[in-house]
């Protein structure tokens, strides 16, 4: 999922510039339980949607951002979250540098991917796949998706949902993986 380093040296970009590209696919293999075979999972990615968003997913893809990264909010029914790096350094580094919005083009309906966000231009880096037809709540917040799954969706749907309350994204942010060996150890990874 990447094939080279995320780290200091690469810039992120505001995501100001449009995509210029066409539909492509992005593939992912995720490790549902450790030690568990990963399994496939493609997403069709759309620049007609969120050109801003794809151009930072295309970026975060590249420099292979979302390696050993875990799903640390799933939530049956509505979604699944995946998109603070391994690495604190490399999440500070990309977490810290949001891109604009995008109009929101397509719905969130079931399969699509959209990233997370806080408010107005604060997307980054994490994303989630929507479980249901999250539509109706999530396009007026301006949740705009910007790729589809395409194969694997069995896969999304069985991924591991945290015990409790699941992790602590700041503490998670601060620590990486790390935190994620001690506190949920089986969470699913993209590897």
């Known amino acids: 999922f990447g094939s080279s380093d995320c780290d200091a040296d690469a810039e992120p970009t505001s995501g100001k510039q449009e995509a210029d590209m066409a539909t492509f696919d992005v593939e992912l293999q995720v490790r549902l339980k450790p030690g568990e075979a990963p399994k496939k999972v493609v997403f069709e990615v759309h620049p007609e949607w969120a050109p801003n968003g794809v151009k930072r997913f295309e970026e975060l893809v590249s420099c292979g ?44 309906e079931p399969g699509t991917v959209s990233f997370a966000m806080r408010g107005p231009d604060t997307r980054s880096c994490q994303i989630f796949v929507n479980y249901k037809d999250n539509s109706a709540d ?30 602590d ?5 601060e620590r990486g993986n790390a935190y994620l060996d001690e506190a949920f150890p089986g969470l699913s990874e993209i590897v």
């Open 65 to 108: 951002f979302y390696s050993n990264a875990r799903f640390h909010r799933v939530i049956p029914g509505f979604i699944a979250q995946v998109g603070i790096a391994a690495d604190p350094a490399v999440y500070a580094k990309w977490g810290n540098s949001p891109i604009r919005d995008d109009p929101v083009k397509a719905k969130n």
């Open 138 to 167: 999530l396009d007026s917040q301006g949740f705009s998706p910007i790729a589809k799954v395409k194969e694997g969706m069995d896969v999304i749907i069985a991924l591991t949902v945290p015990g409790g309350s699941g992790p």
């Open 169 to 173: 994204q700041p503490t998670l942010k």
